[in-house]
């Protein structure tokens, strides 16, 4: 079974505090994602990477910054937390490949709840 | 960009028939996923549809319409455990980025 796992389940912090959220997938995927889930829009995607050291804006990329170091590890850093941060942090992986539905299928963590107060 | 667009919430009795529908409007189209996602977990894989047509996966089926930029999650014998928030989701180029739609809460009755 492919295992995505996210460091935390539940953060709280400060506005203002670095923020560090990072995410490991066991199954060789070249792909991974960050998301943020807000009730009633859905999944909105903040940053991926295609392969190490790669990285690429989502559609909401601002106050966010990312990092992948390793193929497995992908982190999301926030510079500076602000209460509109507040939100559910999902990380996917996917393969690498010609369209089709084993590139498409996305594999997602458990997420991270994270408080901004 | 994309857009997608899903009813926000459906309800059923155990044993019923419900059908999540979703438009799209996107810049390219490569295929169209469905994932569920319970209250308090991570998102799974349901369906993936790239041609028109009828998937069958059990008691779940998906349906696209490229022509009409339509597609649906079809449940059949509804039970209790389908009781989830099901999103759409369409890659529209091949970047292996996916937009999501906003999700459609769909509650079972006993």
């Known amino acids: 079974d492919v295992k995505v796992t996210q460091s935390s389940r539940y953060l709280v912090k400060r506005t203002g505090e670095k923020v560090f959220l990072e995410c490991v997938q066991d199954?060789?995927?070249?792909?991974m994602f960050w998301y943020r889930q807000d009730p009633g829009l859905g999944l909105r995607l903040i940053y991926f990477s295609y392969d190490v050291k790669m990285k690429e804006k989502g559609d909401i990329p601002e106050g966010y910054s990312v990092s992948r170091e390793k193929k497995e590890r992908f982190s999301l850093i926030l510079e500076s937390a602000s209460t509109n941060q507040t939100s559910m942090y999902l990380c996917a992986s996917s393969f690498k490949g010609l369209a089709g539905i084993w590139q498409e299928t996305q594999y997602f963590g458990p997420g991270t709840r994270l408080l901004v107060l | 960009g994309q857009s997608l667009e899903q009813p926000s919430e459906v309800t059923a009795v155990e044993g019923a028939i419900v059908q999540i529908n979703c438009t799209y409007q996107t810049s390219g189209f490569y295929g169209l996923s469905w994932y569920q996602q319970h209250d308090g977990g991570a998102p799974t894989f349901l369906s993936y549809?790239?041609?028109?047509g009828l998937e069958e996966t059990g008691r779940f089926s998906s349906f696209l319409s490229r022509s009409d930029s339509y597609g649906y999650l079809l449940l059949q014998e509804l039970q209790m455990k389908d009781s989830a928030s099901y999103f759409c989701?369409?890659?529209?180029?091949?970047?292996?980025?996916?937009?999501f739609g906003a999700g459609t809460t769909v509650t079972v009755r006993a």
């Open positions: 549809n790239a041609l028109d």
């Open positions: 989701a369409v890659s529209g180029s091949n970047d292996y980025k996916l937009s």
């Open positions: 199954m060789d995927h070249e792909n």
